[in-house]
């Protein structure tokens, strides 16, 4: 199905661990962003790319990376990981139509 | 700066009952606005969407109005459902092109009981 694929769904890391989460969309979208979700907050965006080779900063994108790979593939990387980046992490991507696609969330644990 | 402030939850209602969630934003420009829904344990769904003012968003029984002077976008839903339960957020996009990116609020938790 057609649509923005993340991974890994789940993952725990220890407090300096590095990672990167990987998000793919086969519909062909320009626009790419990174949000993560906390209990009463909301989603707050962390990078964003307009289209392949851009990237900005959004609301929050201290101790974050991203990468846009190529149009299919934007990813967000965790240096150094800390217990303040315990969060749902969502990807989506964007039509033109203001049409957004979200994808199914990866809940990382810092620990 | 730009935000949206939605009513705190959770909202605890009966099977059938009438459905409001406040939706207020402050936005430079003039923004399209939507209502995702978020089901337990998965990603956010659009839910319905409104691009000028006056305009009606409506899907599933969920209806919202797109009102600029008072900059509103209020979820309303005239029967309620246990299916319903789920979290809603309001969210705008300043429509600023390829740069467009969404601003959510806090989110709203409905809890419908039989």
């Known amino acids: 199905n057609a649509g923005v694929t993340q991974t890994p769904k789940f993952q725990v890391l220890k407090t300096g661990q590095s990672m990167t989460l990987q998000c793919a969309q086969d519909?062909?979208?320009?626009?790419m962003y990174w949000y993560r979700q906390d209990p009463g907050m909301g989603l707050r965006l962390i990078y964003y790319?307009?289209?392949?080779?851009?990237?900005d900063k959004g609301e929050v994108p201290n101790g974050y990376n991203v990468s846009r790979l190529n149009k299919r593939e934007f990813s967000l990387r965790l240096e150094s990981a800390a217990p303040s980046q315990t969060s749902v992490y969502f990807c989506?991507?964007?039509?033109?139509?203001?049409?957004?696609?979200f994808g199914s969330g990866t809940r990382l644990t810092v620990v | 700066g730009n935000s949206v402030t939605q009513m705190e939850g959770p909202v605890t209602l009966s099977e059938e009952a009438f459905l409001t969630i406040n939706c207020t934003y402050t936005?430079?420009?003039?923004?399209?606005l939507f209502w995702y829904v978020q089901y337990p344990g998965e990603g956010l769904q659009l839910l319905l969407k409104?691009?000028?003012?006056?305009d009606k968003g409506s899907n599933k029984g969920f209806e919202a109005t797109y009102r600029k002077e008072t900059t509103s976008f209020h979820l309303e839903k005239g029967s309620v459902q246990v299916s319903d339960s789920a979290v809603y957020f309001c969210?705008?996009?300043?429509?600023?092109?390829?740069?467009?990116?969404?601003?959510f609020g806090t989110g709203t938790r409905l809890q419908v009981t039989l």
């Open positions: 989506a991507s964007r039509a033109a139509n203001y049409g957004y696609t």
């Open positions: 519909m062909n979208h320009n626009s």
């Open positions: 790319s307009a289209s392949e080779g851009t990237t």
């Open positions: 936005a430079t420009g003039y923004p399209s």
């Open positions: 409104a691009t000028k003012a006056d």
């Open positions: 969210a705008f996009d300043l429509n600023t092109g390829t740069a467009s990116k969404l601003t």
